[in-house]
């Protein structure tokens, strides 16, 4: 009982604890998939950050830091060109991410590049906040939409997240020690509060934000995996991994109403392993089951990638040789015969032999429909079993 209520208690933790201490899910295999997916929406996000951001500065600088220039203000002319080149370096840095985001390929090094980008905008900041110690309450607004942007709206590893924000924030905190005297007690304790509340907000937030868009994507990948799954099991023959008759015929239909559009031809082989019943009959299910499976990995590796190569039913066999005619199609059949004829199956009950017969027609234009070519290819192939198997004829 006791065990009991110490799990209980170990188990009883706040999700949102568990979600800022947890690190974002590493998606495995998927992975370098998500970045290389996600790679160009987080480059435009930068973009737009960034652009943000250099409107910002400029319409700071332009409106209203260039007329106190302008006038020659006395009042800290020093102070005043620091925070100009100051701003003119993050606006550089700027330009840099805002026009070099686009050339670079490499998840790895859009990260890398977002980092440097943010660290030099918030070393900026630090100065400009050096040489402006009034007004904290404004400060510390502005510290906090430049805190929460990093957490949230700079699309970047965890990591690489933090590492600016926190610069900023002890930037700041270090500011404050070095000018405490100089500080008012309850603006600088509003000041360190709005920092650390921003750091606690923008990273739970922010954690919450990307774990969900990578379990978002693993669960949309896993969709599409399961959708593909679902149509190989529709389309291919379950034994051997060949079409089934179905998709078989959807493209030969297909390819038949675009022979009758464009008059390209093709040809169609009917394939049947000879006397394959022996086969099971002697040496059991299995073995023909790995000779089947063996005859169409060995058709698949010789065949080209428009061809169409299906399992009807059985022992037989049909495949679909677009933009080819009869010659070839014969040639085709010749070579993949003799190849069958020289290969052995592996299986439980030893090394098999076995020779295929093959039936060829081509389509012509006389021919209403495919089922007056299906059976032009059938009566080939009966035409090649009652001249002896193991042989090539067409119709």
């Given at each position: 009982?006791?065990?009991?209520?110490?799990?209980?208690?170990?188990?009883?933790?706040?999700?949102?604890?568990?979600?800022?201490?947890?690190?974002?899910?590493?998606?495995?295999?998927?992975?370098?998939?998500?970045?290389?997916?996600?790679?160009?929406?987080?480059?435009?996000?930068?973009?737009?950050?960034?652009?943000?951001?250099?409107?910002?500065?400029?319409?700071?600088?332009?409106?209203?830091?260039?007329?106190?220039?302008?006038?020659?203000?006395?009042?800290?002319?020093?102070?005043?060109?620091?925070?100009?080149?100051?701003?003119?370096?993050?606006?550089?840095?700027?330009?840099?991410?805002?026009?070099?985001?686009?050339?670079?390929?490499?998840?790895?090094?859009?990260?890398?590049?977002?980092?440097?980008?943010?660290?030099?905008?918030?070393?900026?900041?630090?100065?400009?906040?050096?040489?402006?110690?009034?007004?904290?309450?404004?400060?510390?607004?502005?510290?906090?939409?430049?805190?929460?942007?990093?957490?949230?709206?700079?699309?970047?590893?965890?990591?690489?997240?933090?590492?600016?924000?926190?610069?900023?924030?002890?930037?700041?905190?270090?500011?404050?020690?070095?000018?405490?005297?100089?500080?008012?007690?309850?603006?600088?304790?509003?000041?360190?509060?709005?920092?650390?509340?921003?750091?606690?907000?923008?990273?739970?937030?922010?954690?919450?934000?990307?774990?969900?868009?990578?379990?978002?994507y693993k669960a949309q990948y896993n969709e599409r995996l399961a959708?593909?799954?679902?149509?190989?099991?529709?389309?291919?023959?379950?034994?051997?991994?060949?079409?089934?008759?179905?998709?078989?015929?959807e493209i030969l239909n297909r390819e038949y109403q675009r022979y009758?559009?464009?008059?390209?031809?093709?040809?169609?082989?009917?394939?049947?392993?000879?006397?394959?019943?022996?086969?099971?009959?002697?040496?059991?299910?299995?073995?023909?089951?790995?000779?089947?499976?063996?005859?169409?990995?060995?058709?698949?590796?010789?065949?080209?990638?428009?061809?169409?190569?299906?399992?009807?039913?059985?022992?037989?066999?049909?495949?679909?040789?677009?933009?080819?005619?009869?010659?070839?199609?014969?040639?085709?059949?010749?070579?993949?015969?003799?190849?069958?004829?020289?290969?052995?199956?592996?299986?439980?009950?030893?090394?098999?032999?076995?020779?295929?017969?093959?039936?060829?027609?081509?389509?012509?234009?006389?021919?209403?429909?495919?089922?007056?070519?299906?059976?032009?290819?059938?009566?080939?192939?009966?035409?090649?079993?009652?001249?002896?198997?193991?042989?090539?004829?067409?119709?």
């Amino acid at each position: 009982m006791a065990e009991n209520n110490l799990i209980e208690r170990k188990n009883v933790v706040p999700g949102w604890l568990k979600l800022a201490f947890q690190p974002e899910p590493y998606l495995g295999d998927i992975e370098e998939a998500y970045q290389h997916t996600t790679q160009p929406e987080d480059a435009r996000q930068v973009r737009l950050i960034a652009g943000i951001y250099l409107v910002a500065v400029v319409v700071y600088v332009f409106i209203l830091l260039l007329p106190v220039i302008l006038a020659g203000s006395a009042a800290g002319g020093g102070a005043m060109g620091l925070q100009t080149t100051a701003r003119f370096v993050a606006v550089v840095a700027c330009l840099a991410i805002i026009l070099g985001v686009g050339r670079l390929h490499e998840p790895r090094q859009l990260q890398l590049a977002t980092l440097v980008w943010a660290l030099v905008v918030v070393a900026a900041e630090l100065v400009v906040r050096l040489t402006w110690l009034e007004d904290f309450y404004y400060q510390a607004s502005l510290d906090v939409v430049l805190i929460m942007a990093i957490y949230m709206a700079v699309p970047n590893k965890f990591i690489y997240r933090l590492a600016p924000a926190w610069l900023l924030t002890l930037g700041k905190l270090l500011l404050f020690v070095i000018f405490r005297d100089s500080i008012p007690l309850v603006p600088l304790l509003s000041s360190i509060l709005a920092l650390l509340l921003a750091n606690v907000m923008g990273l739970l937030i922010s954690k919450w934000l990307y774990t969900y868009r990578r379990l978002g994507y693993k669960a949309q990948y896993n969709e599409r995996l399961a959708a593909q799954e679902v149509e190989r099991l529709e389309t291919t023959d379950a034994l051997t991994g060949a079409l089934n008759r179905r998709r078989f015929l959807e493209i030969l239909n297909r390819e038949y109403q675009r022979y009758q559009r464009t008059s390209h031809g093709f040809s169609l082989l009917f394939i049947d392993l000879d006397h394959f019943k022996s086969i099971n009959d002697i040496y059991g299910h299995t073995a023909g089951d790995a000779v089947l499976m063996q005859f169409v990995e060995k058709i698949q590796t010789h065949i080209r990638k428009i061809d169409a190569f299906a399992r009807l039913g059985g022992e037989e066999f049909a495949l679909l040789l677009p933009e080819t005619g009869i010659d070839k199609a014969l040639e085709a059949a010749e070579r993949l015969r003799a190849i069958c004829e020289t290969m052995t199956a592996n299986t439980e009950a030893g090394e098999l032999v076995f020779t295929v017969s093959f039936g060829a027609t081509e389509v012509q234009q006389q021919d209403e429909s495919i089922d007056v070519l299906l059976s032009r290819a059938e009566q080939a192939l009966y035409k090649a079993k009652e001249n002896g198997r193991n042989r090539v004829e067409h119709s």
